[in-house]
């Protein structure tokens, strides 16, 4: 048996929840077009006879670092690459850019294999524009393989999957054989919520909003939860609501069909909309709304 810990790592949007969803075959993490849409570390766990790879979704790398989210993304990602077995890197473009340069330093302090995941190869018409990339990218990093997918529509990731296992050390399970997640429903309830929100609002919005779960009741044939949607500004509150409460009531409903169909019964979602100025911008009050990774 093969046993161990691989970290999805790469530039924001470049497809790495999408990618962890369709390698367990289900849907644990949310995803959108926006960046910043995955905030947290999550496990995805696959058991199969070859072994068990236990992913580690984490957050997009990126330059910028003037506030305290994106500091805390970038902590997130970086600590996510201490302890693992594999690292794959996962880019979705086909010219080297400038942010690749970001991940490749944190790479070069990696004392453990790294893949290369070139995704979203569906979207080039002209796979010859694929060999530059692929020939560019082995000169500036010693990659253990450089595997093209693209995980939206499940291409080649029997190749990734093959290759991520050869790299695994040999070990006993750590999670059950039916175990896919290392995080909690009430955890998961507040990103589907989140999911919603994000999908269904403009650009600035998603960004200055985030979801704590303030009651979770869990019964045979329903589960209540109270969750509370912060934002930094009045201004947004009233756009998250919306006319007559035409926006918060579709993402309520978008989000509880959801949730039925995870926990296969009733769900009794109640949504308040707060302000909480500045909390994205603030250490005390992001570790008070669960970012504490």
Sequence with gaps: MKTGYVALVGRPNAGKSTLLNHLVGQKICITSRRPQTTRHSIHGIKTTEAGQA???DTPGIHGEQKRAMNRYLNKTASSALMGVDVIVWVVDQWIWHPENDVVLAQLRNATCPVILAVNKIDQCEDKERLLPFLDDAAKRFEFAAIVPIAALKNTNLDRLEAAIMDLLPEGEPIYPEEQVTDRPQRFFAAE???????????????????????????????TRIHAIIWVEREGQKAIVIGKDGEVLKKVGQRAREDMEKTLEHKVYLN???KVKKGWSDNERAMQSLGYTD
């Excluded at 609002?201 to 009651?215: D, S």
């Design 54 to 56: 236990i992913f580690v």
């Design 192 to 222: 589907i919520i989140r999911e919603k929100l994000i999908r269904s609002l403009g650009q600035e919005v998603p960004h200055a909003l985030t979801v704590q779960i303030e009651k979770y009741e869990e019964g045979e044939t329903l």
């Design 271 to 273: 949504l308040w909309v």
